[in-house]
């Protein structure tokens, strides 16, 4: 089903500053006991962040504190530039207010932690708000109320924009939300700015987590049929020659930082950095079953909700309804990836992180789910109910974790009993 014309009314705006106010709120007080390391902390997260201050305030990109030690000498980031550039309005703020005020700015001062927490808090309810847009155009408001407030609040995405807000998922899943609404705003009309907003989008993406570049797929296929989709694009681009190369300029332009940065550091223009760790993957040996059912961060076991989503996703693949079938596409070689990943668990973390960023996917099979239900008057409050179990759920759990949940430590009497504390208030 191809999307009606979206605009952007006032209220929809209102609703995003309400939910960004509400979410940077419930961050805030939850990082509260833990302020000086929200920024500090040596791990993910400060790898992200860390561009930034030692762009603006230090200038110096060979003295990065969180690195990998090459045999050279050399340290090199693991993590891209790529969420750092979305969260540098934040903090070119935050700095801005430090020199206002009169405090010596580090990057690292309660401003920047401030400024670190709204822009977690701001782009996932972007995202949100670009979904719920989305939904009203095929579902009833209840409907889309409800499916994001399950999106939101019981899946982990919660957990990565309240309590680790810093990694890179809340950015991704807002990235690749804006690519569904630009993809589906171009096949109803095709214009030069949505057009260049995909490029700058998509390169952003791929600068963040290059395995998210999948959704090029759905930008190729979404909203038309199978034949006819590749010449409608690159009717796109012919139709919009100059941003077709803007675009690619851009593209390009956004990527030559952190080209100099690892032939710098490296002396080669392009560097798996991981790789520089021996960590790889077998792709003859995948975890499949595992990355969705494992005790070890699976999938389902810690946000339920998502294998209804899953189930109808995959029903209407089978029917051939809508953008199903691309989008299921998109989501097996995401899972297979990682999956292959030697640390398929994707590390000590609340639930299976790898999967939140393309919960826009998800999105219309849930609330195709729900639509019935909810509408019936028998079956409505019963729904409603489940939904809040499973709200309290992941919010509990969220707060309940404790690094590690990993094994040997973890199983699943441990997974259980936690389980049965997280039921309880």
């Known amino acids: 089903?191809?999307?009606?014309?979206?605009?952007?009314?006032?209220?929809?705006?209102?609703?995003?500053?309400?939910?960004?106010?509400?979410?940077?709120?419930?961050?805030?007080?939850?990082?509260?006991?833990?302020?000086?390391?929200?920024?500090?902390?040596?791990?993910?997260?400060?790898g992200y962040y860390q561009w930034l201050p030692w762009t603006f305030i230090h200038g110096d990109w060979s003295a990065f504190p969180y690195v990998h030690y090459l045999p050279s000498g050399k340290g090199l980031s693991l993590f891209t530039m790529g969420v750092a550039i979305l969260q540098a309005p934040f903090f070119l703020l935050a700095w801005v207010y430090c020199g206002l005020v009169g405090i010596p700015a580090t990057g690292f001062e309660l401003p920047f932690v401030f400024a670190r927490l709204l822009a977690a808090s701001a782009y996932t309810s972007g995202g949100i708000t670009l979904i719920f847009w989305m939904l009203r155009r095929r579902v009833d408001p209840l409907t889309a109320w409800m499916t994001?407030?399950?999106?939101?609040?019981?899946?982990?995405?919660?957990?990565?924009?309240?309590?680790?807000?810093?990694?890179?998922?809340?950015y991704s899943f807002f990235l690749i939300t804006w690519v569904v609404y630009l993809t589906y705003r171009m096949v109803e009309a095709p214009r030069w700015d949505r057009l260049l907003a995909l490029f700058f989008s998509v390169s952003l993406i791929i600068l963040i987590r290059p395995l998210n570049g999948i959704i090029t797929l759905f930008v190729l296929f979404a909203g038309a049929e199978i034949g006819s989709a590749i010449p409608t694009r690159l009717r796109w681009l012919k139709d919009h020659p100059k941003t077709s190369i803007a675009g690619t300029a851009l593209a390009v332009l956004m990527w030559m930082p952190q080209l100099f940065y690892w032939k710098m550091q490296t002396g080669s223009w392009f560097v798996f950095t991981y790789g520089k760790k021996n960590e790889s993957f077998d792709f003859t040996d995948p975890h499949l079953i595992e990355t969705l059912f494992s005790f070890q961060n699976g999938w389902f076991p810690y946000t339920p909700v998502m294998l209804f989503a899953v189930c109808m996703l995959l029903w209407q693949a089978w029917k051939g309804s809508g953008d199903a079938r691309v989008s299921v596409?998109?989501?097996?070689?995401?899972?297979?990836?990682?999956?292959?990943?030697?640390?398929?668990?994707?590390?000590?973390?609340?639930?299976?992180?790898?999967?939140?960023e393309l919960y826009a996917l998800f999105a219309f099979p849930l609330a195709a789910l729900l639509a019935h239900p909810l509408r019936h008057k028998y079956f409505r409050i019963p729904t409603i109910l489940v939904l809040l179990l499973l709200v309290q759920l992941n919010i509990r759990l969220g707060h309940l974790y404790?690094?590690?949940?990993?094994a040997p430590y973890w199983d699943w009497n441990k997974l259980g009993e936690v389980y049965?504390?997280?039921?309880?208030?």
Not at 14 to 19: D, I, S, V
Not at 155 to 163: C, G, Q, S
Not at 402 to 406: K, N
């Open 1 to 46: 089903m191809r999307a009606a014309t979206i605009k952007l009314p006032r209220p929809y705006l209102l609703g995003l500053a309400l939910l960004t106010a509400l979410l940077t709120w419930l961050a805030w007080n939850t990082n509260a006991p833990r302020m000086g390391f929200v920024l500090a902390n040596p791990s993910d997260p400060l």
């Open 148 to 170: 994001c407030g399950a999106l939101l609040f019981a899946t982990t995405l919660y957990f990565y924009t309240v309590h680790e807000g810093g990694m890179s998922h809340a």
């Open 329 to 356: 596409v998109v989501w097996c070689v995401v899972w297979y990836v990682y999956a292959s990943w030697w640390c398929w668990w994707l590390g000590s973390a609340f639930g299976y992180r790898g999967f939140l």
């Open 402 to 406: 404790q690094y590690p949940w990993e």
């Open 420 to 425: 049965l504390r997280a039921l309880k208030w």
